[in-house]
Nanobody, 121 residues
Framework: QARLVESGGASVQAGESLTLSCAVL????????RGWFRQPPGEEREGVAT????????TYADSLKDRFTISQDNAENTVYLQMNSLRSEDTGTYYC??????????????WGQGTQVTVSS
């Protein structure tokens, strides 16, 4: 059974950087999509970035592509989210997710438990 384990959430100051990690376990397919989503306080969950496991093709939310970078280590079954120049509006719970179909935001069906990122200004 698939299991995603996030780590790296923390409380940081505005302008600082943070990297989140997610171990993706129990996925038997060699081609699937890994993604990061976030849910700000009081708001709906939104897509942040995705990466296709085979070719490493990435997509980003338009508002975040200049500051956030998604990457993966297939040998370690891990996906990362590098976040730079963090702002208070980046505060929220960050979720790792997997889609066995496409990298469309709505296709993700396997979720981690979330990790909290708090940015203080």
């Amino acid at each position: 059974q698939a299991r995603l384990v996030e780590s790296g959430g923390a409380s940081v100051q505005a302008g600082e950087s943070l990297t989140l990690s997610c171990a993706v376990l129990g996925i038997s397919s060699s081609a699937f999509c890994r993604g990061w989503f976030r849910q700000p306080p009081g708001e709906e969950r939104e897509g942040v970035a995705t990466i296709w496991s085979a070719q490493g093709i990435t997509t980003y939310a338009d508002s975040l592509k200049d500051r956030f970078t998604i990457s993966q280590d297939n040998a370690e079954n891990t996906v990362y989210l590098q976040m730079n120049s963090l702002r208070s509006e980046d505060t929220g719970t960050y979720y790792c997710a997997v889609s066995l179909h496409t990298c469309a935001w709505d296709d993700f069906s396997v979720w981690g438990q979330g990790t909290q990122v708090t940015v203080s200004s």
